[in-house]
Each structure stands twice: as C-alpha cells, then as structure tokens.
C-alpha cells in the first residue's frame, strides 16, 4: 500500500528531526534533507524499521539546489504529500559589522529556497488537488528585531508569504500552514550567537524543547490549522503585537536579542 511521503528539510537536528520522528510515528515515508549526512544517516536508521526513509544529503543555500531535490524526488517517483521547509539560521550583531555573504545565504535559505520548493512542489500538489505544506517562520516574524534585522525580516516573509499562499491554494486543494516556535533549545542558538541573549536566557519566555514544538507543531498542522505558535506566552505576545506601536515592539525585540 502507498504510504503518505514527508519531505523535511534541516532534518539533520533541532526540531526538523523531532519533526521527522513524529512524522514516522504516524506511518509516513520520509525523505531527509540537510547537510550532514551522518545525521541524516543515523535518523535512516533509527527510523528504517518503521517506514522507507530518503536520505539527501544537500547545501541548500547554493544556487539550483531546490530544483537539484526536486529533480532527485521525481527521479526516485517520490509523490510528496507533505513538504516541511524547516531547514534555517539565524545571525546575530550589527547588521554592518557582520559577513554580507552569510547574511545573503541566511536570506537564499530561509526565504529563497522556501518559495522555490513551495513553488515546485506546490505545482505538483495542485495539480493533483491534494497536499500539505508546512513552513517553519518563528515568533520573530511578528516585529522588527534589532541586532538580528535579517533574521526577523526572512520570518516575517516566511508568515505573509505563507499566509498569502494559503488562502491561493485552499481552493486548489492544498494546505499551507506556517510554524511559529519562539526560542527553543537547539543548534540555533549556538549558530546564530544568541545563546546567552536575554531572550534565550529568559525565564518567562523559557525555551521549549525541539520535541515540544516538534509535536504541537505536526499536531496542528495535521489537524489543518494554517498559523500555529507554539506556547501560551509566545501566543499572547504575538496576539499583542497588534495593540502594540511598533517603537515599543523593536525596542523590546532589540533589548531581548542582546546578552
Ligand atoms: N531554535 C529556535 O529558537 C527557533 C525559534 C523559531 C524558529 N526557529 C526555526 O526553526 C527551524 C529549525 O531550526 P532549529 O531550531 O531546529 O535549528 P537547528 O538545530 O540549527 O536546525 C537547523 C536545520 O537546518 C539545516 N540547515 C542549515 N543550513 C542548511 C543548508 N544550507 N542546507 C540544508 N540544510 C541546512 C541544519 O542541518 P545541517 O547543518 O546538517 O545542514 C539543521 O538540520 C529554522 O527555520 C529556524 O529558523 C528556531
């Protein structure tokens, strides 16, 4: 019998891999992205008992390589029912000071590539009237964040973009729904130099496992909700955020993103 396929991209760590875990659990295929293959490797076989796991290993942020995927998914007849684009970073300090080429790549991978597998996959899911897809945005996408302003602007693109191609292909027959987890304890922080910040070191917005978000986040999703935040804070400061004028939102943004 065809098992339903979960494509997830960053499914090497953090919460693609919860992620990825959850959707073997509930008896999908899976294909595997990211770049280190040993990771992608052990999640192959740890989860290979249960369903057929596709491992491609691949730097997304290079030029072509969502169409390289696509390509490698059509060639295998891998039908993806579900497209998870997971995979991102963060960079944190003053945006002059920092390395533009990372800046860009953070741009190339967390909007760049994002839209282009929604587009390519999106196609395909239309044409066959069905398919879901879920976007991974964060609570940073609400406001402006100061010492992190590439970050937040990739997120807010991520939630408008999903938001937007939701509502265009409900009528065609194919979720989109977008994830919002706030800080949560994974490779993230370490890769984006923000883990002694004040919001990774706070204690009301304390950090949420990968694994929590990872199962609320497939829980909503799979029961069709289109914007899901994770956590009761986070909900209640993204909800203010609209009764919020927008130099207080930054401002705080900017004093949690700094040690
Ligand atoms: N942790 C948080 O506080 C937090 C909060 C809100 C939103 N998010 C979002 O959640 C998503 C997952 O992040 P995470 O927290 O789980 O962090 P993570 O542990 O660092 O995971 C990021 C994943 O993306 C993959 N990735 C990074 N660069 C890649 C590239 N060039 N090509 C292919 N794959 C790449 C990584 O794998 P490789 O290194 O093996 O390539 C890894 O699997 C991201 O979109 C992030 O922005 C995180």
Redesign the pocket.
């Known amino acids: 019998m065809h098992k339903p396929v979960a494509l997830i ?9 919860e992620m990825a875990k959850i959707f073997a659990a509930r008896g999908y295929d899976l294909v595997v ?4 293959a040993k ?1 992608l490797k052990e999640l192959h076989d740890h989860l290979s008992p249960l369903v057929k796991v596709t491992y491609i290993p ?4 290079q030029p072509k ?1 969502a169409l390289t995927l696509f390509n490698k998914t059509k060639k295998a007849k891998l039908e993806i029912d579900v497209l998870v684009n ?5 960079t944190s300090g003053d945006f002059v000071d920092l390395e533009l080429k990372r800046e860009l ?1 953070e741009i190339d ?2 909007v760049r590539v994002l839209t282009e597998l929604c587009h390519l996959y999106g196609a395909e899911m239309a044409k066959r009237k069905k398919g879901k897809i879920l976007n ?5 996408a609400f406001q402006p964040g100061p010492w992190m302003s590439v ?1 937040y602007a990739t ?1 807010a693109y991520v939630l408008h973009f999903s938001e937007g191609l939701a509502e265009e292909l409900r009528p065609r027959g194919v979720q989109v729904s977008v994830l ?10 370490g ?1 984006a130099g923000v883990q002694k910040s004040k919001l990774f070191k706070s204690k009301i917005l304390k ?1 949420a496992t ?1 694994e929590a978000v990872a199962i609320y986040g497939v829980n909503k999703f799979l029961k069709g909700k289109l914007l899901i935040i994770h956590g009761a804070v986070n909900k209640f400061l993204a909800f203010g955020n609209r009764f919020t004028a927008r130099i207080v939102a930054r401002k705080i943004a900017g004093y949690l993103n700094r040690a």
């Open positions: 991209t960053g499914a090497s760590t953090g919460i693609g891999y992205v990211a770049r280190t990771n691949l730097d997304l942020s390589a997971n995979a991102g970073f963060g790549q991978l967390n991974v945005a964060s609570t940073a970050y997120k919002c987890p706030g800080a949560t304890v994974t490779e993230f922080a890769t950090p990968a």
